[in-house]
């Protein structure tokens, strides 16, 4: 970023001429390239580490309600 500014910075003080036009450039498509190198760089090295999530599973049978009801009533 601080490379971009300095681009956007003289390309508003250095006089019209190709160094403006140089300069104009660099603070256009100097942040396009870094983004995508880092994405380039980032997507190999995550999937690689990267695993996937499961959801934990549950299953209450209606069998297990009815002792549970049949406790109860036995107790009190």
Request: charged residues 15%.
């Amino acid at each position: 970023m601080i490379i971009r500014v300095v681009c956007i910075v003289l390309t508003v003080s250095v006089p019209l001429g190709w160094l403006t036009l140089l300069f104009s450039l660099g603070a256009i498509f100097l942040p396009y390239f870094a983004v995508i190198i880092a994405n380039a760089q980032g997507a190999n090295s995550s999937k690689a580490s990267r695993k996937s999530a499961e959801a934990p599973t549950i299953s209450i049978s209606a069998d297990s309600f009815r002792e549970a009801k049949t406790k109860n009533d036995d107790s009190e």
